[in-house]
């Protein structure tokens, strides 16, 4: 039995669906609230729980031999990203689970002190490691699901709003790849005990996706080019109201202010392992929005 959490993201649907459709066994963690017929419909076990909740996660885990943590944090990195995570692996460690994947994120062990969910994943990232418990940690850039959105919005207006500077590089990954990476991480030897940065082919500049885009939907793009102090004065104000939103937004200015992408090497490692050639973006964003 392979336990996913995070069955319903963007990231864990696509590998609950991978493993299904191997006829692997299945258990999927999900919230009372979200959507998960589609699951349910694949052949998949499902287990209605709150990763805030050890006594769930610890259920969860009874009689599993695999354990993928997919979840996100919601804005709660403490909570989600931290503790479920440990309470997981100490849960792999009892129930002696053959194999662990965390899907951290790249950019995790540079220490950056205004990012909660960064915090949360390298401390989670070493107390796997140090568990005794088989793992694969894999590091994604920006994913090229989260550019939908903003690839209809473009196709609609020619609009692109890029905040920060344009010249920062990025790594965008197929989320298909990312997924496919992640089962495959079970079984694969070169996977095994193993981090691995994980982007897309190509190094991009960010100011390059509204180009792409251009390219894909034939339209000039008209970029919207705000400096990042704008979304310092936005944190500051609501800082006066939420503070947890602030905190969240340190993570959001941390992956708008820096650079997050993959060496040649490193890409190169990547296809070496799982042995496939990764996909553009461009090519994800035709594919997905059939153009």
Known sequence: MILVTGAT??????????????????????RLTSHYSELEHRGSEIFIGDLRREKDIQQACRGVEYIISAHGSDSDALSLDYRANIELIDQAKANGVKHFVFISVLGADRGYEDAPVFKAKRAVEKYLEASGVNYTILRPAGLASNLLTLAERFRETGLYLLIGDPKNRTSIVSTDDLAKMVVDSLTVEGARNQTLAVGGPEILLRGDIPQIFGRIFNKEPIVINPPLFALDGLRSALGLFNAQTQK????????????????????????????????????????????
């Open 248 to 291: 969240a937004l340190g993570t959001y200015r941390t992956l708008l202010a820096s650079e997050f992408f993959c060496t040649k090497e490193e890409i190169a490692k990547l296809e070496r392992t799982f042995d496939f050639k990764l996909e553009t973006l461009e090519n994800f964003v035709r594919r997905y929005l059939a153009v």
């Open 9 to 30: 993201g963007g990231i864990g649907r696509k590998v609950v669906r991978l493993l299904r459709q191997q006829e692997k066994p299945v258990r999927a963690f999900v």
